[in-house]
């Protein structure tokens, strides 16, 4: 088993839409959780960073962490053509840790 | 506030060959952290460094290496190239305690 499973995609959404994006994990000493935004050709772009369990918001985005069932989420609403990207998931123990990422979920927002 | 840079943006490098790939990170962070990207793989740590030394070092052979300068720029290295080295290699510099900021990467195509 991966230790962060995230679903591949393709996904396409309307301009406008909510979009939910989701990882799940297997290890739960986890603290922190990450949502990255990669266009291609780019590196990533950091969105959202979140400590233990809650939810963080920042625009039209949202970030969920639900440490009991091993799950995060990112909420983006009012979707953008320009949202259109590569979004991964990354978590870390903390304490200079490394980054572990999910593949990314590749988002089209058709206009 | 300059952000993380990469140089070269592109290699093409032959089977066999060596190569050195450099990060500038964020002034003022000194941790630098090297990730490689494949399509296969997605994104996987290959090592961080803090004030010149080596923190971590994730799961690679050990023709990776790396280094970090007193001004905190970091260089990694491959030697003896294999094709299946072809990636987007990714550099990190970040603030305790998880937050990671990229650059754009360096494509580097080994034939």
């Known amino acids: 088993q991966k230790e962060v499973e995230q679903d591949p995609g393709p996904l396409s959404v309307p301009e406008g839409a909510i979009v939910s994006l989701n990882c799940t994990y297997s290890n739960s000493a986890f603290q922190y959780f990450m949502w990255y935004r990669q266009y291609s050709r780019k590196g990533p772009e950091l969105l959202m960073y979140t400590y233990s369990s809650g939810n963080k918001e920042d625009g039209r985005f949202t970030a969920q962490v639900d440490k009991s069932s091993k799950y995060i989420s990112l909420f983006i609403r009012d979707s953008q053509p320009s949202d259109s990207a590569t979004y991964l998931c990354a978590m870390s123990f903390g304490g200079n840790t490394p980054l572990v990422f999910g593949k990314g979920t590749r988002l089209s927002v058709i206009a | 506030k300059a952000g993380v840079t990469q140089t070269p943006r592109y290699l093409i490098k032959t089977r066999g060959q060596q190569v050195t790939l450099s990060c500038s990170p964020i002034?003022?962070?000194?941790?630098v952290s090297w990730y490689q990207q494949t399509p296969g793989q997605g994104l996987q740590f290959l090592f961080e460094y803090f004030s010149e030394t080596q923190r971590n070092k994730g799961n690679f052979p050990g023709r990776f290496s790396g280094r970090q300068f007193s001004n905190s720029r970091s260089e990694m290295n491959v030697s003896t190239l294999e094709l299946g080295d072809s990636a987007l290699y990714l550099c990190a510099s970040s603030l305790p305690p998880a937050e990671a900021f990229f650059g754009q990467g360096t494509r580097l195509t080994v034939v």
């Open positions: 002034s003022g962070h000194r941790s």
